[in-house]
């Protein structure tokens, strides 16, 4: 089945400690998103990448780092200078400009 | 101001209701305008995709959008306990960055048996 795949579920970070989200997706889609989500709060943008080897940043990309080597997978790595990063992380895609995303299940980070 | 606002709720309605959940927005360049479904702790679904002004049916689900007065809504026929879920209004303008919708904060609502 196509779709896209988040892991870890859940994941606990130390302070100090860099953790890396994984993202990957088998839709053949171009461009993928990673946003962050607290509650009440909606969705915000954090990066994204129209194509392999080009990402952009969003709305609150500082803490955060992103890399695009291949076109099925978009890992995020919430640095230790992030200093609020307990929230809901989402990572999506869409084909090409096409406005209509596809959600991944999502990973809840916590900070031990 | 947000670029789009949506009253988080909760909406507690019962089974068969008809339920509206708006939003509103600032900018007037936004043309596509998405709902989407998100049940707890996992990623949101899109429910219905619009452009530009008008009214889109899909079963029990009727999208409404007026840009002159920069309103959304989303309406919900027969309400099912399986629609209790928090429902996110998205929009951009093709112009934009590429993925770059604007979400509100979601609606959260639970239809009861």
């Known amino acids: 089945d196509g779709g896209i795949t988040q892991s870890p579920k859940y994941l606990f970070r130390k302070e100090g400690q860099n953790v890396t989200l994984s993202c990957e997706q088998n839709?053949?889609?171009?461009?993928m998103y990673w946003y962050r989500q607290d509650p009440g709060q909606g969705l915000r943008l954090i990066y994204y990448?129209?194509?392999?080897?080009?990402?952009q940043k969003g709305d609150i990309a500082e803490g955060y780092s992103v890399s695009r080597e291949k076109k099925e997978s978009f890992p995020l790595t919430v640095t230790s200078a992030q200093k609020n990063p307990t929230a809901f992380y989402l990572c999506a895609s869409s084909i090409g400009t096409n406005e209509k995303l596809f959600f991944g299940s999502g990973t809840q980070l916590s900070v031990l | 101001q947000k670029e789009v606002e949506q009253d988080p709720g909760p909406l507690s309605v019962p089974e068969g209701a008809i339920v509206s959940l708006n939003c509103t927005y600032s900018n007037s360049a936004f043309q596509y305008f998405m709902w989407y479904r998100q049940y707890s702790r996992k990623g949101p679904e899109l429910l219905m995709y619009?452009?530009?002004?008008g009214n889109k049916e899909d079963g029990r689900f009727t999208a409404q959008v007026d840009k002159s007065s920069k309103y959304i809504s989303l309406f919900i026929r027969d309400s099912q306990p399986s629609d209790s879920a928090t429902y996110l209004c998205?929009?951009?303008?093709?112009?934009?960055?590429?993925?770059?919708?604007?979400f509100g904060r979601g609606t959260q609502l639970t239809v009861w048996p």
């Open positions: 619009t452009y530009s002004s």
């Open positions: 839709l053949n889609h171009d461009a």
């Open positions: 998205a929009m951009t303008n093709r112009g934009s960055t590429l993925g770059r919708l604007y």
């Open positions: 990448s129209q194509i392999v080897n080009d990402f």
